[in-house]
């Protein structure tokens, strides 16, 4: 029997979940369509304004200039007055309603109809600063139309003279209002152009990719065991190049990763039958054996206690198996206890043979308690003892005397720290670099490496935690710390209070 994996949970079937489809302006497409066109016209607007003041000053100027041409003209006729129908020739052609020559020691009016009772504004188009400048530009364009202004600047290069001009303000808002209007067409032209130029420039070099990575990505999840799925990383060198190699590799490392685990949980099942039949087999057998230890065959009594250990190990063994296949432990029922007691039952369960020359001392003190689950601690003191039992008993050194496991502990505060010593040959590198991974973290030939999983799994359910510690000589020591359970603040309010309090 085997497990496959549904990638999508909502379509256990296998069909293909369509992706949703999504609007062009809902789109980055079209978001970013619309943002350059927005940014290209305000860039329009801040340079709306300052040109539209220039061109207000140029115009005034270019009134001005004509202005004086004619007063230049008059001018250098002396002692004559122009006709009146001159007068309104020069006036229509300037466009003003007067025009006077100013002069250090004189004035000349030029020409002059229909002078206004007052006038409303007055401009030095030599003297006119940029904020002025703009100021008054949009004074006209919204205000104007209806008023009467006097312009007056310097003629030609020097100060020696200065024409003057009176006039209605409706030629210069219409002038700016179709300047206006043609500078908004052009700006919506190019932001228009350059907005799809930039959007056609984009979608080709970020939007496309990232749609197949996208779409990749989804074809993928569907299902994740095809090796057609996976992605083809796109050529070059920029971010969304190497953005598309990385997911092509991480999808090849899950691909993998998900054949393992496919692997693993078929052999899990089929091992946790076959553990559960054999231990009922070496049930039968451990029977068969203890009734071959009263014989008194010599024979036999010499190879019982080996047959002996070597069932009890199969059947730790298959008992480890099935424990760590559980779905979780449950949660520990915590309690102070003693622990020197807990140690005791720890040696006596280990059954250590005194012919095999191991020595188990216990250096815990009596009045010395923890807040732990008792049946959990003994599971994770006697995993860990057990494995220094056997790494000394297998260790083929010629001086037995020096076979010591040692189980001591001290309480520091709210923290008891309890340690297992053994003189051992130590721990193998590679065990060492799979300490408590089950099934790769064994340091013996043979072994499962179940009995660290385990026992970092209850320490961890307590709070705490499980180190191998460093040690100068030879062996190996771990190191147990277990905190107590915080005491909540209502247990010191509902405290009742003693006479020595």
Request: a neutral charge.
């Amino acid at each position: 029997m085997t497990t496959d994996i549904v990638a999508n949970p909502d379509d256990a079937a296998g069909r293909k979940t369509p992706s949703p489809k999504i609007g062009f302006l809902h789109g980055l497409s079209g978001r970013l369509l619309l943002l350059t066109v927005a940014f290209v016209m305000l860039a329009e607007i801040l340079i709306f304004v300052p040109s539209v003041a220039s061109m207000r000053i140029r115009w005034l100027e270019d009134r001005l200039n004509t202005a004086a041409a004619a007063g230049v003209v008059v001018d250098g006729l002396e002692d004559v007055q122009l006709s009146r129908m001159v007068q309104q020739d020069t006036l229509m052609a300037t466009g003003t309603k007067a025009i006077v020559l100013r002069r250090k020691d004189e004035s000349r009016l030029i020409a002059a109809e229909d002078m206004p009772p007052q006038v409303d504004a007055q401009y030095d188009v030599a003297a006119m600063s940029p904020i002025a400048a703009i100021r008054d530009a949009f004074d006209t364009l919204l205000f104007g139309g209806d008023k009467v202004v006097r312009i007056y600047g310097p003629v030609g290069d020097g100060h020696s003279a200065i024409i003057e001009v009176v006039m209605e303000d409706a030629s210069l808002r219409k002038a700016m209002l179709t300047y206006s209007r043609n500078m908004f067409f052009l700006s919506l032209a190019i932001s228009l152009s350059t907005a799809v130029l930039i959007f056609l420039s984009i979608r080709r070099l970020m939007i496309a990719p990232m749609r197949r990575m996208t779409a990749n990505m989804q074809e993928f999840a569907a299902d994740p065991a095809d090796p057609a799925r996976i992605m083809m990383p796109p050529p070059g060198n920029d971010e969304l190049s190497v953005a598309g190699r990385h997911l092509a590799a991480m999808q090849q490392q899950l691909q993998k990763t998900l054949k393992q685990q496919k692997n693993l949980a078929d052999l899990g099942l089929a091992v946790s039958k076959i553990n559960h039949d054999m231990r009922n087999i070496l049930s039968s057998a451990q029977l068969i054996s203890d009734r071959l230890a009263d014989v008194d065959d010599p024979i036999v009594k010499r190879f019982a206690p080996t047959l002996l250990r070597t069932i009890d190990r199969a059947v730790g063994y298959t008992t480890e198996v099935l424990s760590y296949g559980r779905t979780t432990e449950p949660e520990p029922h915590r309690r102070f206890l003693a622990l020197r007691p807990l140690v005791g039952d720890v040696a006596e369960m280990l059954a250590i043979d005194p012919a095999s020359g191991v020595d188990f001392r216990i250096q815990v003190p009596e009045e010395l308690q923890v807040d732990a689950d008792s049946e959990q601690l003994f599971r994770v003191v006697h995993n860990i003892c057990r494995n220094a039992v056997q790494a000394l008993m297998n260790d083929p050194g010629e001086d037995a005397s020096a076979r010591i496991v040692t189980v001591s502990a001290i309480r520091t505060g709210s923290v008891v720290s309890l340690t297992v010593d053994d003189t051992g040959p130590g721990m193998p590198s590679k065990a060492r670099e799979n300490l408590f991974a089950a099934f790769r973290g064994s340091a013996r030939s043979g072994g499962t490496g179940l009995g660290l999983a385990i026992a970092r799994e209850l320490v961890l359910a307590h709070g705490g935690t499980i180190a191998l510690v460093e040690k100068p000589g030879p062996g190996t020591q771990f190191r147990i710390e277990l905190p107590d359970r915080p005491v909540p603040l209502d247990a010191f309010r509902a405290r009742p209070r003693t006479q020595k309090d």
